[in-house]
């Protein structure tokens, strides 16, 4: 059950008018409390505390409520009965939606030739959970891996080649397209260095960045050398993506279509524009300009066509809209990057309105902050450059191992694995999205506080009471509740306001905080109300048994909303 919801619409309907309810912190007065008495009060022109005398009697025969107080200017305090907060308690179960919404969700956007670096970290865990939390709502998200596989990378990857093999028959004249070039390949680590080494040439050789553009034209333009070349080396980037996204246990993509996909609906997108008379030229390139009157901040126009020819990253965000809203036709497309591109976003949105694309109220930009080193600025590796993914994963491994070590324990890979998972991901999903956060590997790896570890540790030890219990589980019919008890299913029962306040706010950062509460109730209940114990008689033992189980599930639910695995043991 919801309880909130329950208890919110309860009171509503008991009085005739819509009051806010407010979980306090501390549940020392009341389990809510409830502005009504300020809201009636307004509406029938009354003082609030005195309205608060007459609501009171008429709370009170709610059959749910133990009883009610009123606290400061005419808040009233309301406490739950135990029995009702025992009865319907409940495991949280997916929710269905009253209007299901088709969601296109772009996140991940990896790029081809360039391995995933720490930049891609929060899209890529964030995007999953933010994935998992619309399904389990009722929702139905299309997940899109936007790869950078068309614009000016491509064509500095394919100038490093030539730099490299210039004997290649990609890049002579009479490059047969039915030859066998099966000999010519590359490895996906040699691969992943090629745009970051060619990306580094061109800012200081302005002939070699020329000929990448000329490339890139060329090769969206269907050079056969260079589109062979292209399919040679597209599936090994593919390859080693798809290794880094397994190793982070994200869902799979449903879709890989990126850039190229999209740029296909050039010549019809093209078609739209001008009908609507927005492309404009500029300096030889062909420009969507979206600036308004009313903008106080610099608002540059989108770049459709540049001049060489070429289709730019711009242009194919604009016709993935297009794409999009022919194919799945959704309710909403949200994008998840850095807030460094939010410029980039407005721009396409407001190409969207005017050319009438998709409305522009559908479409969503979340942006997060920057990862940072202890001194403030963008983590970096030791050796200074930018970390990749793998490294950050690797660095985290490490310091897992090294505090498993440490306390003598004799854990196998899987769990190791699983437990550097939880402490890389759950240290990324509990900050608040539009922050930048400082990244410590040796403070997220510790089993104690709020990190992945201590979540999957307190899982772990609470299934196994429920692994040595055994014998099925069984809801008593009658029980009386502890403190801890009571404390521990109230926050299960708030497990679907949160999942659903999550939704709304698209914030992760509510399920790993909702995670870590729920733990530390778990770990009070565990302390304080042996289960297995010789002295506990067996009606203790069945209503214990039973909360466990339920805290359990609901812990078990939010792991996995998180993407984490729970080890067998820890
Ligand atoms: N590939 C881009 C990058 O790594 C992100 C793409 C985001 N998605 C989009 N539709 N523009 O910066």
């Not at 009060?41 to 009171?56: D, H, Q, S, V, Y």
Request: glycine share 6%; charged share 25%; net charge negative.
């Amino acid at each position: 059950m919801n309880l909130y919801k329950y208890v919110s619409d309860e009171i509503n309907k008991k009085l005739g008018f819509e009051a806010k309810l407010e979980t306090p912190k501390n549940r020392d007065f009341g389990d809510f409390s409830t502005n009504a008495a300020m809201v009636g009060a307004k509406l029938a022109g009354k003082n609030p505390r005195e309205l608060a005398n007459e609501i009171m009697p008429k709370l009170q025969e709610l059959d749910f409520i133990e009883n009610v107080s009123v606290a400061g200017p005419g808040f009233i305090n309301i406490k739950i009965k135990d029995d009702f907060i025992f009865q319907n308690a409940n495991a949280p179960k997916p929710i269905k939606a009253e209007k299901p919404l088709i969601i296109d969700m772009d996140y991940g956007a990896y790029n081809v030739a360039k391995s995933l670096h720490i930049g891609h970290l929060r899209t890529s865990i964030v995007g999953d959970t933010l994935n998992r939390i619309f399904r389990f709502v009722g929702h139905k998200p299309i997940s899109y891996n936007h790869m950078g596989d068309w614009g000016r990378s491509m064509g500095l990857v394919i100038a490093w080649f030539q730099k490299l093999h210039p004997d290649w028959p990609f890049f002579k004249e009479d490059f047969d397209i039915n030859g066998d070039y099966s000999k010519y390949t590359v490895s996906s680590k040699e691969l992943n260095t090629y745009y970051p080494s060619a990306a580094a040439l061109a800012k200081q050789d302005e002939a070699f960045m020329e000929k990448a553009r000329i490339i890139t034209a060329e090769l969206q333009h269907g050079h056969p050398g260079y589109t062979a070349l292209y399919n040679m080396y597209m599936p090994i980037s593919l390859e080693s993506m798809n290794e880094t996204i397994k190793k982070l246990n994200i869902l799979p993509f449903d879709n890989d279509l990126g850039e190229k996909n999209a740029a296909k609906y050039e010549e019809e997108v093209e078609k739209i524009l001008r009908e609507k008379n927005l492309i404009e030229k500029s300096d030889g390139a062909e420009v969507i300009v979206v600036k308004k009157a009313s903008d106080t901040a610099p608002m540059p126009p989108m770049m459709f066509r540049n001049s060489r020819g070429a289709c730019p990253y711009d242009a194919t965000d604009i016709m993935a809209i297009y794409y999009r809203k022919i194919t799945d036709n959704p309710n909403k497309i949200i994008y998840l990057t850095d807030s460094r591109q939010s410029l980039h976003f407005e721009q396409l949105f407001r190409v969207a309105e005017l050319a009438d694309l998709f409305p522009i109220e559908n479409l969503e930009h979340i942006g997060y902050g920057t990862i940072n080193g202890k001194d403030g600025k963008p983590f970096k590796t030791r050796d200074g450059n930018a970390a990749e993914l793998n490294d950050i994963y690797d660095m985290v491994n490490e310091a897992v191992r090294v505090r498993i070590a440490e306390s003598k324990k004799n854990l196998d890979e899987e769990t190791i694995n699983s437990i550097a998972l939880a402490a890389l991901k759950f240290n990324d999903l509990m900050h608040d999205l539009s922050s930048d956060y400082i990244f410590e590997p040796n403070s997220v790896t510790s089993f104690e506080g709020k990190t992945g570890p201590y979540i999957l540790y307190t899982a772990v030890r609470l299934n196994s009471v429920l692994k040595r219990a055994g014998a099925d589980i069984v809801k008593p019919e009658k029980f009386d509740l502890s403190v801890e008890e009571r404390n521990l299913l109230i926050e299960i029962m708030d497990f679907e306001h949160m999942i659903l306040s999550a939704y709304e706010n698209r914030a992760t950062d509510m399920v790993a905080n909702y995670a870590y509460d729920l733990c530390q109730l778990i770990n009070n209940f565990y302390h304080n109300c042996p289960i297995l114990r010789d002295d506990i008689d067996d009606k203790t033992k069945a209503g214990r048994l039973y909360i466990a189980k339920l805290a359990f599930n609901t812990l078990a639910t939010a792991i996995d909303l998180m993407g984490l695995k729970i080890p067998n043991e820890m």
